[in-house]
T-cell receptor, first 111, second 115 residues
């Protein structure tokens, strides 16, 4: 069945460092891909999405490119801030009402 | 900004007791969902609900679970006889459409602890 695998955390970075959180997926056809973020004490919020191959989703300095050939949707940010500390979830949606989530990656950014 | 609200934020219950988790979705949304996250594990889909009926459910959503939209604003998840393994964070979500590219809007979650 469809599944999402993302790198385990926690990821600890200094402020202004470059961030990559890896995400790969298994699905037939062309799923839509999402990154959700959960800040402390809050619900999951959509960060960005891409709905077809080679699309790039971007928001708040974060980017992810839908790579069909490597079945990946890695999240990147050029310069992280303390306020980016959160848990990041990669997810896909494919021929169904449900989102399939990865296990989440906790990011901790130190000043 | 409209948001999905969930109550209670935390509930502690004894094994075998019934629990009702409540959600108020965003008012013009038509699709409603429950997800759960057992500590340290993935966020898992439980059920989706549209037009006053279940549109999809997972294997987790067995006869112990039920959902209801009793009054046009609330969306509830009932667990009839809780088990220890039901301890988790339960997230409600809503969306304006059911399309594959659409965004789901999540609440902050209700943490259920079964003793």
């Amino acid at each position: 069945g469809d599944s999402v695998t993302q790198m385990e955390g926690p990821v600890t970075l200094s402020e202004e460092a470059f961030l990559t959180i890896n995400c790969t997926y298994t699905a037939t056809g062309y799923p839509s891909l999402f990154w959700y973020v959960q800040y402390p004490g809050e619900g999951l919020q959509l960060l960005l999405k891409a709905t077809k191959a080679d699309d790039k989703g971007s928001n708040k300095g974060f980017e992810a490119t839908y790579r069909k050939e490597t079945t990946s949707f890695h999240l990147e940010k050029g310069s992280v801030q303390v306020s980016d500390s959160a848990v990041y979830f990669c997810a896909l949606r494919h021929s169904s009402y449900k989102l399939i989530f990865g296990s989440g990656t906790r990011l901790l950014v130190r000043p | 900004e409209p948001e999905v609200t969930q109550t209670p934020s935390h509930q502690v219950t004894q094994m075998g007791q019934e629990v009702i988790l409540r959600c108020v979705p965003i008012s013009n949304h038509l699709y409603f969902y429950w997800y759960r996250q057992i500590l340290g594990q993935k966020v898992e889909f439980l059920v989706s609900f549209y037009n006053n009926e279940i549109s999809e459910k997972s294997e987790i959503f067995d006869d112990q679970f039920s959902v209801e939209r009793p009054d046009g604003s609330n969306f509830t998840l009932k667990i009839r006889s809780t088990k220890l393994e039901d301890s988790a964070m339960y997230f409600c979500a809503s969306s304006p459409s059911g399309g594959l590219t659409g965004e789901l809007f999540f609440g902050e979650g209700s943490r259920l602890t079964v003793l």
